[in-house]
């Protein structure tokens, strides 16, 4: 494929509102889970929620479109002058040549239960519940196609937890195409009592902060995020220096288990090589694998032996997930961002709060924050049902 660059790129989580906020998070060692306190969620859990989003309003003629879906969105796009990036784009390409493609698993859904929760007699929803702009899966891109004042081709993409790293791939193929000149890729993700529950009801969910790739793992914690990119072609792109590159991106499906990984991490595998493919690179110029490590021991387990299957014993590796949590359909744009910042700042973050490394691993996990000079990133996103999806991430000048 054709490198594409990341002229503006901004992520939002637990951690903090952009950038900045993420990389002194990072930094200072300091991580986004706290106890549960979601609204009417009695779990005995940790969650990485942003704070400020039940007050958080969005302006005018935006107002119809409000949940909290959207407010994290909204609150994303105003960090790191993304928006003003956006901008410049519609400018350079004009409206209907900028695409938007973003990834989400439960787009407003917390929306729908705030309704359902306030039905009147006859068991109808509330009356100011509106699905088309909240719950709906394109309800998502549709919202920030109007807030970017963008009219170019735009889709949702709903694959589980690979949502927001195959978008990157869409646009990709679009922008080869010519169906577009740049993109806005991105996804995002807010917490609800469907995710929450529904992981605890599959024993998933861990009692304690997630220990990605430990010997005493137990689950996952659940997050909140958005991330977001604007993915333009190098000859089309201005004030790029030093932009992240998207050099490669890799799919499968493998279809072994509805929730299950298959055991020896077979269509992760193909993921992998399907980016180092399309990059034109040998896994030795990997210099940091970012794990999907999600903190659940068959998770793990399999995506490490994917990563032994493809770069061998011994390679530096981390999940960021004991940072803020497992952000579902958010966590590929938001391990983008974590890549881009790697890159950077030349800091491999630490999987957080992992101490004894499982003895059946094989990669180099990263136990504390490590300082090196970083060229090229994988980021993987592994989804429910075999959905996989992996992404190149390198540095320019």
């Not at 949940?67 to 004009?94: K, S, V």
């Not at 599959?202 to 304690?208: A, C, E, G, Y």
């Not at 998207?246 to 993921?271: I, K, N, T, V």
Request: net charge negative; charged share 20%.
């Amino acid at each position: 494929m054709h490198p594409l660059l990341a002229t503006a790129w901004t992520v939002t989580s637990p951690l903090g509102r952009g950038r900045g906020a993420t990389f002194e998070s990072f930094s200072s060692g300091r991580g986004g889970l706290t106890p549960c306190d979601f609204p009417h969620a009695h779990l005995d859990t940790w969650i990485g929620r942003v704070p400020g989003l039940e007050s958080y309003r969005l302006p005018g003629t935006l107002a119809p479109w409000d949940c909290r879906n959207h407010r994290l969105a909204h609150l994303a796009l105003g960090q790191d002058g993304f928006r003003e990036a956006c901008e410049r784009a519609r400018a350079r390409h004009g409206s209907a040549h900028v695409g938007v493609f973003l990834g989400t698993s439960t787009s407003g859904i917390e929306h729908t239960e705030r309704a359902y929760r306030e039905r009147d007699e006859s068991g109808a929803l509330a009356r100011w519940f509106d699905y088309s702009h909240s719950q709906d899966m394109f309800a998502l891109p549709a919202f920030v196609r109007e807030s970017l004042g963008l009219s170019g081709p735009a889709l949702a993409v709903s694959t589980a937890c690979s949502s927001s790293a195959k978008v990157f791939a869409t646009a990709a193929r679009y922008i080869e195409s010519g169906l577009c000149r740049a993109a806005v890729v991105g996804g995002v993700d807010s917490l609800c009592l469907m995710t929450l529950y529904g992981f605890h009801a599959l024993q998933l969910v861990s009692d304690s902060p997630c220990r990605p790739a430990d010997a005493q793992r137990n689950g996952i914690n659940l997050g909140e995020a958005a991330g977001f990119a604007l993915l333009e072609r190098p000859g089309d792109a201005v004030d790029a220096e030093a932009a992240p590159i998207l050099l490669g991106y890799g799919e499968s499906g493998d279809a072994y288990h509805m929730s299950a990984p298959h055991p020896e991490g077979a269509g992760a595998a193909r993921a992998m090589r399907g980016a180092l493919e399309r990059a034109g690179l040998a896994p030795s110029e990997i210099d940091w694998v970012h794990l999907h490590g999600t903190g659940t021991p068959a998770n793990d387990l399999a995506e490490d032996r994917a990563v032994r299957d493809v770069f061998g014993a011994g390679q530096a590796s981390s999940s960021t997930k004991g940072w803020c949590g497992h952000t579902l359909g958010a966590a590929g744009a938001l391990g983008f961002g974590f890549a881009a910042l790697a890159l950077e700042h030349g800091l491999i973050p630490a999987s957080l709060n992992t101490r004894n490394v499982d003895p059946e691993l094989t990669a180099d996990i990263v136990l504390e924050n490590r300082t090196a000079p970083i060229r090229r990133v994988m980021v993987n996103a592994f989804g429910f049902g075999g959905s996989n999806a992996s992404l190149i991430v390198g540095r320019g000048a």
